[in-house]
């Protein structure tokens, strides 16, 4: 897809993914809208080698979602793609659907359960690490939010990374600077993400999180030749896309209800119609 068609498509996951919310009453939609584009570019925009026939395929790219609670999105993609019936949407959040507040790898195109913090990147460098040993090209990826790296366990699985050679390995940071209660430098620091993992010794990559040139570019500086695993920190809004939730910490879970619901719907239907 080109540059236009992925912004539509992006619009179109954020539309769906707010009804999804709506409809089951629940759902981390802040989350969610901040790492979309991100999403897209991946599944959409060539980078990840993966397909529903592909999908058991041992030379498959891997994309592990350790911030599972934001899966909204996710699950929009995987269905629009045919991993599962896109009918399944329609039940998110019900009784009885095998689509939860977190994915599990029970899910086709879902590669770990996850959500609980801080376990996606050390997965993700045992999968590296595999590629490695086995002689296989695969790449993995790991989407990580910027408050999930308050995580010890992130700072031993880069400590790892590092020391491995994992240049098969991409961390994608989603910076949004707003962690589940409160903003992520009130409890964090102001040390800047890139910094934190310079000093892990990896090849870091800043980007402009909502931007797909800036996403794709990233990617192919990624896959460049270097010894190192990469790090892309995408700096992106917490609740891209809807005006009330944008950058506000309470919206990190939750549906819109009443007015807010009609104005949300409004806001993604003007985005569409003026290209935003």
């Given at each position: 897809?080109?540059?236009?068609?992925?912004?539509?498509k992006?619009?179109?996951i954020?539309?769906?993914?707010?009804?999804?919310c709506?409809?089951?009453?629940?759902?981390?939609?802040?989350?969610?809208f901040s790492?979309?584009?991100?999403?897209?570019?991946?599944?959409?925009?060539?980078?990840?080698?993966?397909?529903?026939?592909s999908?058991?395929?041992?030379?498959?790219?891997r994309?592990?979602?350790?911030?599972?609670?934001?899966?909204?999105a996710?699950?929009?993609i995987?269905?629009?793609l045919?991993?599962?019936?896109?009918?399944?949407?329609?039940?998110y959040?019900k009784?009885?659907?095998?689509?939860?507040?977190?994915p599990d790898h029970?899910?086709?195109?879902?590669?770990?359960?996850?959500?609980s913090?801080?376990?996606g990147?050390?997965v993700?460098?045992g999968l590296?690490?595999?590629?490695?040993?086995n002689?296989k090209?695969?790449?993995t990826v790991a989407?990580?939010g910027?408050a999930?790296c308050?995580?010890?366990?992130v700072?031993?699985?880069a400590?790892?990374?590092?020391?491995?050679?994992l240049?098969?390995l991409?961390?994608?940071?989603?910076?949004?600077?707003i962690?589940?209660?409160?903003?992520t430098?009130?409890?964090?620091?102001s040390?800047p993400?890139?910094?934190?993992?310079?000093?892990f010794?990896?090849?870091?990559?800043k980007?402009?999180?909502h931007?797909?040139?800036?996403?794709?570019?990233?990617?192919e500086?990624a896959?460049?030749s270097t010894?190192r695993?990469?790090a892309?920190?995408a700096?992106?809004i917490?609740g891209?896309?809807?005006s009330?939730?944008?950058?506000k910490?309470?919206?990190?879970?939750?549906a819109?209800k009443?007015?807010l619901?009609?104005?949300?719907?409004?806001?993604?239907?003007?985005?569409?119609?003026n290209?935003?």
């Amino acid at each position: 897809m080109n540059i236009d068609k992925l912004s539509k498509k992006a619009k179109w996951i954020r539309s769906r993914a707010l009804e999804m919310c709506i409809n089951a009453g629940k759902g981390h939609l802040g989350g969610a809208f901040s790492c979309t584009e991100i999403l897209v570019a991946l599944y959409y925009g060539g980078i990840l080698n993966i397909s529903p026939l592909s999908k058991n395929n041992s030379d498959r790219d891997r994309l592990i979602f350790s911030k599972g609670h934001a899966m909204l999105a996710l699950y929009v993609i995987l269905g629009d793609l045919g991993f599962f019936d896109a009918k399944e949407l329609e039940a998110y959040g019900k009784n009885g659907t095998m689509l939860g507040d977190h994915p599990d790898h029970m899910i086709p195109g879902i590669e770990i359960a996850s959500g609980s913090l801080g376990h996606g990147l050390s997965v993700a460098c045992g999968l590296a690490l595999s590629a490695k040993m086995n002689n296989k090209n695969f790449l993995t990826v790991a989407i990580l939010g910027d408050a999930e790296c308050n995580e010890g366990s992130v700072w031993e699985a880069a400590t790892f990374g590092c020391n491995s050679k994992l240049n098969n390995l991409v961390a994608v940071v989603d910076n949004n600077r707003i962690g589940a209660t409160d903003f992520t430098e009130n409890f964090s620091g102001s040390m800047p993400m890139e910094n934190k993992w310079q000093a892990f010794g990896w090849q870091t990559v800043k980007i402009d999180g909502h931007s797909f040139r800036d996403i794709l570019s990233g990617f192919e500086r990624a896959k460049q030749s270097t010894d190192r695993p990469t790090a892309i920190i995408a700096e992106t809004i917490k609740g891209k896309g809807i005006s009330f939730m944008e950058n506000k910490s309470n919206w990190h879970h939750g549906a819109p209800k009443g007015e807010l619901a009609i104005k949300a719907r409004q806001e993604l239907a003007d985005g569409d119609k003026n290209g935003n």
